[in-house]
């Protein structure tokens, strides 16, 4: 399978991997990692996702993408997103989002609709205003962050299934490489920013995926979601808690890719 990194530089002038996978003739999937992560939270799923051009870049201050000390509010990380299409080519794409990055699709959905062909959110908020406890711990960051903290933030979201060693050891290099002012600038941004169910209408076809164990977002809130996208589709994994892509990869290929087809 055709496969390679290139850096993208964005007109905001910073530059952003972004790993390009697949034949370019077939139907192109942007994948938007959570906060913290980088496109390697997606290692797990890309082999699953055959039969599409993958597009996985590492978003602003994240992995190995340039970190600089603002542009981090969420309608900024979804302009980041549409600079990645447009210096790519790439007109329109499925979107996968996992936590919040599916925050980042939803905006990007209501900023440019017209990008966005689809849409699925894995354990991705309604809304993020309010301040959740561990910001306070966010707050406290200085730099050289400590290995130590990173992997106990780690267990902020706690897991049901098991998670190979490799895949928790790469989440915390990835954390290891963002600056504590990148930590707090993205999450800020993320807790100020108005839902964009809020601010516009998401027209594209959408599928929630979302564990019934999840310790920061409700059934409520995934309920209110689909009701806000037209014609959303929400699936429950009873057995799943927050992060949908680390517990079960498979059933999001598996279910992704049977959304995805549905549509043509």
Known sequence: MESEVRDVRLRTGITVPCLVQGDASAKPVLLLHAWGESRGSFDRLLPLLTGYRIYAP?????????????????????????????????????????SSGGYVAQQL???????????????SP???????????????????????WVRESLTWFPMLHEV????????????????????????NGLITATPPTESGT?????????????????????????????????????DVAHVVLWECPERVAEDSVAFLRSLG
């Open 164 to 187: 190979p060693g490799w895949f928790i050891e790469d989440r915390v290099r990835d954390g290891l490489r963002m600056p504590a002012y990148a930590w707090k600038a993205i999450l």
């Open 58 to 98: 590492d978003l602003r201050g994240q992995g190995e993408a340039d970190k600089p000390e603002d542009g981090y509010s969420l309608p900024e990380q979804a302009e980041d997103a549409a600079a990645i299409l447009d210096t790519l080519n790439v007109p329109n794409v499925f979107v996968v989002g996992s």
């Open 126 to 148: 309604l809304s993020l205003q309010g301040r959740p406890a561990f910001a306070d711990e966010v707050d406290g960051l200085t730099d050289p962050l400590d290995a130590d």
């Open 202 to 238: 998401i027209h594209a076809p959408t599928l929630i995926l979302w564990g019934a164990q999840d310790n920061l977002l409700t059934r409520s809130d995934q309920e209110t979601l689909a009701a806000r996208i037209p014609g959303a589709v929400l699936k429950v994994y009873p």
């Open 109 to 123: 959905a209501v900023s440019h609709p017209g990008r966005v062909a689809a849409m699925v959110l894995v354990g």
